[in-house]
């Protein structure tokens, strides 16, 4: 059974940075693409960035173009979201998920899921 455990997250300033983790364990996922998704209160889940593990294809939300970046570190099996120039519309509840269904965006597309971490962006 696949894993999925998100860490990095935290309370920063707007204009901040910070570097999520999405450690992968059970089964290798060469052939799968990892999301990030984000959920504000009383909002949907809805998609950020994601990699494709082995071709390292990425795809951006807009709104976070240019500020954020989503990575792979193979040796540890993780996947990361660096987030820099926070803004407090960035607060949310963010989430690390596997596909095997390509570069995909939509939540349902998704099989596996963490458990979400925390970020908080204050003004």
């Known amino acids: 059974q696949v894993q999925l455990v998100e860490s990095g997250g935290g309370l920063v300033q707007a204009g901040g940075s910070l570097r999520l983790s999405c450690a992968v364990s059970?089964?290798?996922?060469?052939?799968?693409?990892m999301g990030w998704f984000r959920q504000a209160p009383g909002k949907e889940r809805r998609f950020v960035a994601l990699?494709?593990?082995?071709?390292?294809?990425?795809l951006y939300q807009d709104s976070v173009k240019g500020r954020f970046t989503v990575g792979i570190h193979n040796a540890n099996n993780t996947v990361y979201l660096q987030m820099d120039s926070l803004k407090p519309e960035d607060t949310a509840v963010y989430y690390c998920?596997?596909?095997?269904?390509?570069?995909?965006?939509?939540?349902?597309?998704?099989?596996?899921w963490g458990q979400g971490t925390q970020v908080t962006v204050s003004s």
């Open positions: 998920a596997a596909t095997p269904r390509g570069a995909t965006i939509g939540v349902k597309e998704y099989e596996y």
């Open positions: 059970g089964r290798t996922l060469s052939s799968y693409s």
């Open positions: 990699i494709h593990w082995t071709d390292y294809t990425t």
